[in-house]
C-alpha cells in the first residue's frame, strides 16, 4: 500500500509530502520480513505513490503477529502493494490487490510473478466499486490506506460492514490525517491499537465474532 496524502485529481494517488518525481520515473518497494525480506521491487510512477514507511509497515504487521500465516487479505488502495505483498511474504494465504490504476495493475501482477507467487489477486477497479457487492467469502484482514482529505473512510467503512467483507474476528487497518478526526467506524468493532506518526494516525480495528461464538 502506498502513501497518497495531500487530496489530488485521481482517487488512486496518494501524493508524499516530499519533493514530486520526475515525469515517468518509477519507484522502488522493499520488503521488510518473511520469505520475501529485503527484496526490492519497482514500480511505476502514478500520481506520487510511495511504499508505506517501514517503520509503520513494521509496527503493523508486530501488531497482526499471530494472525497473519493463512490469512485472506484484501489490500484497498493498494498502490505499490506494500501491505497485501508484506502480508504475503510473512505467510498469508492469499491477499487480493484493488487499485484503479491499470499501470500499478500492471505492475503489481509482474511483481508477483517475479516473486514466484500464486497467492495474489490485482483487482483493477475503484475501490467503491469493488466494495459495493460483495461476490466472495469475506476476508480475515482488510488493509486501507485511502488517499487523504477526500472522504473516502466516511463512505467505505460503512461498506465493509454492511457488505459483510471481515469474517467475525477479522481486522481492519485504516490510516487517516493525523489532523482529523478519527472516522466512525461500525458500532460493534472494537479498536484494538493507534499510534500517530506526524501526518497520518493509523488504527487496528477488530471485527467482534458472531454472538454464541468463543473468540
Known amino acids: 500500500m502506498s502513501r497518497r496524502k495531500p487530496s ?19 519507484g522502488e518497494l522493499r520488503i521488510i520480513g518473511g520469505d520475501w525480506r529485503s527484496r526490492k521491487l519497482r514500480f511505476p510512477d502514478a500520481g506520487g505513490v510511495r511504499p508505506t514507511p517501514a517503520r509503520t509497515r513494521e509496527t503493523l504487521f508486530n501488531w497482526l503477529s499471530s494472525h497473519i500465516a493463512g490469512s485472506d487479505c484484501l489490500d484497498l488502495f493498494t498502490g505499490s502493494g506494500a501491505l497485501g505483498l508484506e502480508a504475503l511474504s510473512r505467510g498469508a494465504g492469499q491477499a487480493t490487490l484493488v487499485d484503479n490504476n491499470t499501470a500499478l495493475a500492471t505492475a503489481l501482477r509482474g511483481n508477483l510473478r517475479l516473486l514466484g507467487s500464486e497467492a495474489g489477486t490485482v483487482v483493477c477497479a475503484n475501490v467503491d466499486t469493488y466494495l459495493s457487492q460483495r461476490t466472495r467469502q469475506p476476508f480475515d484482514i482488510v488493509f486501507m490506506d485511502p488517499p487523504f482529505h477526500q472522504g473516502w473512510l466516511t463512505k467505505l467503512l460503512p461498506l465493509l460492514d454492511s457488505q459483510s467483507w471481515v469474517k467475525p474476528g477479522g481486522w481492519v487497518y485504516v490510516e487517516h490525517e493525523s489532523d482529523l478526526p478519527t472516522p466512525a467506524t461500525p458500532a460493534n468493532w472494537q479498536l484494538h491499537r493507534q499510534k500517530t506518526a506526524g501526518q497520518v494516525t493509523y488504527c487496528l480495528y477488530r471485527v467482534p465474532q458472531a454472538a454464541g461464538r468463543s473468540e
Open 8 to 26: 489530488g485529481p485521481r482517487p488512486s494517488s496518494r501524493p508524499s509530502k516530499g519533493p514530486a518525481r520526475n515525469q515517468g520515473a518509477g
